[in-house]
């Protein structure tokens, strides 16, 4: 897993709250087939309230999530918003991949359902 942290992101005084969860989600990836790529941005809201938001991305898509200052200080539930975003770009490639599935049988002619 490549992790980017994009200028503002890169040297905020919150990059330390980041590289534990991120690590342990390198690791989780660490022998997967199909590399993640991780890139946090630090931006401002409507109201010009610094958030980060990180990306994950693979060949199937990305999910993305923002978080408030406040949200990356609570490592428990930074964790857990971590692992949702990568929940969901999971289910994002097991869609491509059923999809690739499917339409692999219908090429071969094997589309069709016994039952």
């Known amino acids: 897993m490549n992790v980017v942290y994009h200028e503002k992101a890169r040297g905020g005084e919150w990059r330390s709250f980041l590289e534990d969860p991120m690590g342990e989600m390198q690791e989780l990836l660490r ?68 999809r690739q599935i499917r339409e692999g049988r219908e090429e071969d002619g094997n589309g069709a359902n016994p039952h």
């Open 31 to 98: 022998d997967a087939s199909d590399p993640v790529e991780a890139e946090w941005y630090q931006v401002e809201d409507e109201r010009g309230h610094s958030e980060y938001t990180l990306t994950l991305r693979d060949f199937a898509g990305e999910a993305t999530a923002r978080f408030a200052p406040e949200d990356l200080a609570r490592p428990n539930d930074l964790r857990f918003r971590l692992f949702q975003v990568l929940s969901e770009l999971m289910g994002i490639r097991s869609r491509v991949l059923m």
